[in-house]
């Protein structure tokens, strides 16, 4: 019996490696709340790993939001994080934990990388200044990975997700992403009839998405990939893996699928006024394709899936 630690296993990609994890004979998941385990706090993690023998950890705990939220508490996005990830990689080590999966994000990436952006572009140039904080925390998770593996010989694997969206989102108005954010609001507009729904930018900014079902059985594949074959793919100071579909749309082409998928049938209005946030933002996707994965939803596919969840989970999910 394999017992498996899923940390932020009530958000979206732990729920997600809940549902998967689950389907596995001879797997034991063990979760916390947190009102159960504080994760910012060392004494609290060091505990549950004293009284909980752990195989493997899969690292999905963090403080997440949008630009308004990143632009917002920048403070809580590194510090949390930061605590979270120390505390649980440092005390997995203690506890002979070998293997374990750390869930970055693609803003680890710089402003102005090449397309589509390989994972050697990590450190090659400045961040997004609106997500800086959270980008350094994620950067620094990597190198708390690599760093044990090097020093120890652990097997700490990352992934670099794309931007993501499906069931257990965060939905907020102001605190979201942009699927999330953009459902509900065209989701409410579309119930109470409005003429319009005022979308920020030009939406010529272009994003990949990704399931967050598919992006649960991309982890599974990367932390239980034979050693050799993930040691020649990647790096010993380089060893993060991109996690995407491999194709872009615009944030129009988004915009357009979800008022369809909600029904909406007012005029869409851009307000220029406001950032469109860097432009493109593609990640290389060969590295994780020569493991053996591939995505199974596409967008409408996606978005359809993910608005059925919302309509019967609305009432949790809209406060």
């Not at 934990?97 to 710089?110: A, H, M, N, R, T």
């Not at 990597?142 to 670099?160: A, P």
């Not at 409005?194 to 992006?215: M, T």
């Not at 851009?270 to 996707?285: F, I, V, Y």
Request: proline letters at 3%.
């Amino acid at each position: 019996m394999k017992t498996i630690f899923i940390a932020g296993h009530q958000g979206m990609v732990g729920s997600a490696l809940v549902r998967e994890l689950s389907k596995r004979p001879r797997t034991h998941i063990i979760t916390r709340s947190r009102s159960e385990l504080d994760l910012t706090q060392q004494q609290e993690v060091r505990a549950f790993f004293s009284h909980n023998q752990i195989d493997e950890v899969y690292l999905a705990a963090g403080k997440v939001g949008g630009i308004y939220a990143n632009d917002t508490y920048p403070a809580e996005f590194i510090y949390q994080n930061l605590m979270i990830q120390s505390n649980i990689i440092h005390e997995a080590h203690k506890h002979d934990v070998q293997k374990l999966l750390f869930l970055g994000s693609s803003c680890i990436y710089p402003k102005f990388a090449e397309q589509p952006i390989v994972e050697s572009a990590l450190l090659t140039g400045q961040l997004e200044k609106t997500n800086e904080p959270y980008a350094v925390a994620k950067i620094a998770g990597i190198k708390l990975c690599e760093s044990y593996n090097r020093q120890y010989s652990r097997d700490y694997r990352s992934v670099m997700p794309t931007n993501l969206y499906g069931p257990n989102d965060n939905f907020h108005p102001k605190n979201s992403h942009v699927i999330p954010g953009l459902l509900r609001r065209f989701h409410e507009a579309a119930q109470r009839g409005d003429n319009e729904v005022i979308v920020w930018g030009s939406g010529k900014a272009r994003r990949d998405f990704l399931h967050v079902d598919d992006l649960a059985l991309a982890c599974i594949n990367v932390l239980e990939a034979d050693s050799n074959l993930y040691d020649s793919l990647t790096q010993p100071m380089m060893s993060h893996i991109n996690v995407g579909s491999g194709r872009d749309y615009s944030i129009e082409e988004l915009v357009l699928t979800l008022a369809k998928v909600t029904n909406f049938q007012g005029d869409i209005v851009w307000d220029r006024s406001k950032p469109d946030g860097t432009l493109r933002k593609l990640m290389d996707t060969s590295q994780i394709t020569a493991l053996g994965w591939s995505f199974k939803h596409n967008l409408e596919e996606g978005l359809m899936a993910t608005y059925k969840w919302y309509l019967n989970n609305e009432c949790s999910v809209s406060k």
